[in-house]
């Protein structure tokens, strides 16, 4: 496989190692800072393109950059037979201009200091032509070996999910550290529990673990939270939220079904 890449950031870096490390060819590096630019292209024992218009074909071209990016870079590429892959979750497809495009995106988060050196990671694609989809299952595969194709509508609500599920998640935590560090408690003492949640939720469905006083209805204990946190409105309404929610989802629910509760 020979391809070309554009782009210098975190999935830039992801892809281009993978790729290397499988013995595909990179023929060249574009990114608007040349000296990040230089040092990716170096790292994959190629050279960087000075100009858009530069870029040549190959087998796929990869355009890696910031979501806002991706259209205004398709239009300056002229590429015939080339398949164009962009990299955004929440991107549509129809965003490159080319014949021959697709989208290929890992569902993780990737931090180009610290790159999985793993292959469980979900890479989900999607394709304008059979061309397309032949080089982005074969690019998928040689990144992961958990591959699914999935269309745009999909491709969203995936997206909302890892958003829900990772992003928000953090920050959840981070206003736990926040709280603890307040009332001069080590968050040490939370990351246990944190594990124990995170580990126990790879082999069973969450909707089965939920605990807490939201899925028993003690108001009682929701009530002294709220308390707690009268001087922090946001943070009191995003608990008052949080559990209603529980609390809907689970009005049905009881002590036997649940034992966890």
Known sequence: MTYTLIGTGNMAWFLS????????????????????????????????????????????????????????????????????????????????????KAVIWPVYSINKNNLPTHRNIPMVYEHSSEKAKQTVTQLAYTVSDMVQEVNWQQRQWLHLCAVIGNNFTNHLMTLCEKIAQSQNLPFSLIRPILQQTFETVTTIEPSLLQTGPAIRNDKETMQKHLHLLQQQTVLQELYRSLSAS?????????????PNC
């Open 17 to 100: 190692k993978r790729l290397y490390e499988k013995g595909a060819k990179c023929t060249g590096v574009y990114g608007r800072n040349t000296e990040a630019a230089t040092q990716l292209a170096d790292s994959v024992h190629t050279n960087i393109v000075a100009s858009l218009h530069q870029i040549p074909e190959t087998d796929f071209c990869i355009i890696a950059v910031t979501d806002r990016s991706i259209s205004e870079i398709s239009t300056q590429l002229h590429l015939k037979e080339t398949v164009v892959v962009h990299t955004a979750g929440s991107i549509p497809l129809d965003v490159l201009v080319q014949t021959h």
């Open 246 to 258: 529980i609390e809907d989802l689970y009005k049905t629910t009881n002590e036997t079904k649940h």
